[in-house]
């Protein structure tokens, strides 16, 4: 089945600074889906694209599906984008395969 | 507004004891999904319903059942809960499964199993 690996597992930023996240999965890509896990535990979709740069405000998802990696770029962090950051491949079935998620916490 | 409703948010059970996880969603999506999150584990999909009386395991899904009678209404249902079943419940909705539809999901279920 599907393996991903997320990377950094954790990141601590000083506000201001940039992320750059990354996401290796192991076969062939139908989409790929970014999330985002709040603090307290719910989880909101931020991208879903199968490949090429999608930009939002100060994100931007990069999917290379040959090279079989995706990234979401941060920009000018804030405090309020302290939480866990999901990556969800999906392979050619219905299914998602989730990461483990980075961890980031973003400092005054 | 669209929006994906789990309850409880809490539930704290004894060992042997029935569960129910109930999820509705209020945007007609033809498929919903439950997933748990365990520390380490990520999110692993436990069952997918695809519409009313369609539902199809996932990875995990030995302990579990599932009830889909309305298309805006699924739940997960423990028959005799283990301790091993202590975990983050998630449910989630998307327009349909095939294409690169968005993922919904609702705020989540802890449940405890004592």
């Known amino acids: 089945g599907q393996q991903v690996q997320q990377s950094p597992a954790s990141l601590v930023l000083q506000e201001g600074e940039n992320a750059e996240l990354q996401c290796n999965f192991s076969t062939s890509l139908n989409s790929m889906q970014w999330f985002y896990q709040r603090p307290e535990g719910s989880l909101v979709s931020l991208f879903y694209?199968?490949?090429g740069t999608k930009q939002s405000g100060r994100l931007t998802s990069t999917t290379v599906i040959k090279e079989r990696r995706s990234s979401l770029h941060i920009s000018s962090s804030q405090i309020t984008d302290s939480g866990t950051y999901l990556c969800?491949?999906?392979?050619?079935?219905?299914?998602?395969?989730f990461g483990t998620g980075t961890s980031l916490l973003v400092d005054p | 507004d669209m929006k994906v409703t789990q309850m409880p948010r809490y539930l704290i059970k004894r060992m042997g004891e029935n569960v129910l996880l109930e999820c509705g969603q209020d945007m007609s999506h033809e498929t919903m999904y439950w997933y748990r999150q365990d520390p380490g584990l990520g999110l692993q999909l436990i069952y997918i319903s695809y519409d009313v009386d369609s539902n199809s395991e996932g990875d995990i899904p030995k302990g579990y059942r599932v009830s889909r009678k309305k298309r805006e209404h699924f739940s997960l249902i423990l028959d005799s809960a283990k301790t091993n079943q202590t975990s983050v419940y998630f449910c989630a909705s998307s327009l349909s499964p095939i294409s690169n539809e968005r993922l919904f999901f609702g705020h989540g279920t802890k449940l405890s199993v004592l």
């Open positions: 694209n199968p490949s």
């Open positions: 969800a491949p999906r392979g050619m079935g219905y299914k998602l395969t």
